[in-house]
């Protein structure tokens, strides 16, 4: 399997998938810093500085291409200028080359604030360019605590697969998930939105049917993990029926 991989930084998901056994057949970094680590951890990969420049045609196709596109304009600790932003909206750029190559699989990281941007509408415009491109899609939001590392890291995962609809299967399948689910700190109270209000942790998309699946959940508030903690709600909308459920769009 080849991986191609936009906003690089030092490789974190290149290195995960390299001990998956796949191939890093390119990468894209701006900060010069990073590419030297890159450069030093992954020397056969072909390395590409400004995404914004990148000709598709020069890429070599891949079966994955990931990324975690800029963050700072969604992040709840910044201005919130969501996509709009000269950051963040470096979004499309992963889109444009996703659609130029169309591999067979997408893999996509951000921040939480990405639901809440906008009111939700920024994760729309995700959602949908990317389904429009043809990719059936899950999303899912971890935190690093339950996953072997002693901090609370947010983040929501995007999958995405070329026209099958699969990808619930690999961010919801419970036994392909780590058991040790003890907190690493106290535990807090978790309050998740029925499916009117809409928690936005995790869902999935299927462009063919133009069919979109909101899950919400009401967790048990102990420190277990979302995925298999709680109740799990689930409700299907026609996408051209779809104007956002409450104030956030999943």
Not at 27 to 51: G, N, W
């Amino acid at each position: 399997m080849k991986v191609g991989s936009v906003f690089s930084g030092i490789g974190g998901f290149d290195l995960a998938f390299e001990q998956a056994g796949a191939e890093i057949a390119f990468q894209c970094e701006i900060d010069k810093f990073c590419l030297k680590v890159l450069a030093k951890h992954f020397p056969k990969a072909k390395r590409y500085t400004d995404v914004t420049k990148i000709e598709t045609e020069d890429l070599e196709r891949v079966d994955v291409l990931c990324g975690g596109f800029p963050c700072q304009d969604l992040s709840v600790a910044g201005k919130r200028a969501g996509l709009a932003g000269g950051r963040s909206s470096l979004f499309f750029e992963f889109a444009r080359i996703a659609d130029a190559l169309k591999p067979q699989w997408l893999f996509i990281e951000n921040v939480p604030g990405l639901l809440s941007s906008a009111s939700g509408k920024d994760f729309r415009i995700v959602i949908n360019t990317l389904a429009d491109i043809g990719y059936s899609l899950a999303w899912r939001t971890l935190d690093s605590q339950y996953f072997g590392f002693p901090q609370r890291r947010n983040r929501i995962f995007i999958v995405g697969h070329l026209g099958a609809y699969c990808p619930p299967s690999v961010l919801f399948e419970p036994e392909s998930l780590q058991r040790d689910i003890e907190a690493s700190q106290e535990a807090r109270k978790d309050i998740a939105q029925t499916i009117t209000g809409g928690s936005g942790e995790r869902g999935w998309q299927d462009p063919v049917n133009t069919q979109m699946v909101t899950g919400t959940l009401r967790s048990g508030g102990d420190g277990g993990l979302p995925s298999s903690r709680g109740e799990n709600i689930v409700q299907a909308l026609q996408a051209r029926d779809y104007k956002g459920v409450g104030n956030q769009y999943v």
